[in-house]
């Protein structure tokens, strides 16, 4: 099993910058893969970024160039860093790990990112 904690969450204000973390436990060899998704009040949960042990990276267009997925999948860390905020990444953002890109097995609780205009 692995568990997965986030942290870094809050409220700022648009334009402000904030980082999240994901700090993971338990049996990760097979883990190959990060991502982190939101999902905002009345809408359906979406991708963000993910992160593989090779260190290729993605990310969606809404959030390309303003977020910057990393991580050490090594020591079972990763984190996002978020830039020039918009009221509409106003989310809880939920970090995800499995063995694929396509495949999430372990999600954590998520954390509340509030961004006020």
């Known amino acids: 099993q692995v568990q997965l904690v986030e942290s870094g969450g809050g409220l700022v204000q648009a334009g402000e910058s904030l980082t999240l973390s994901c700090t993971t436990s338990g049996t990760t060899s097979n883990i190959n893969a990060f991502a982190w998704y939101r999902q905002a009040p009345g809408k359906q949960r979406e991708f963000v970024a993910f992160v593989k042990r090779d260190g290729t990276t993605m990310y969606a267009d809404s959030v390309k160039g303003r977020f910057t997925i990393s991580g050490d999948i090594a020591r079972n860390t990763m984190y996002l860093q978020m830039s020039s905020l918009k009221s509409e990444d106003t989310a809880v953002y939920y970090c995800?790990?499995?063995?694929?890109?396509?495949?999430?097995?372990?999600w954590g609780q998520g954390t509340q990112v509030t961004v006020s205009s």
């Open positions: 995800a790990a499995g063995s694929n890109i396509r495949t999430y097995a372990y």
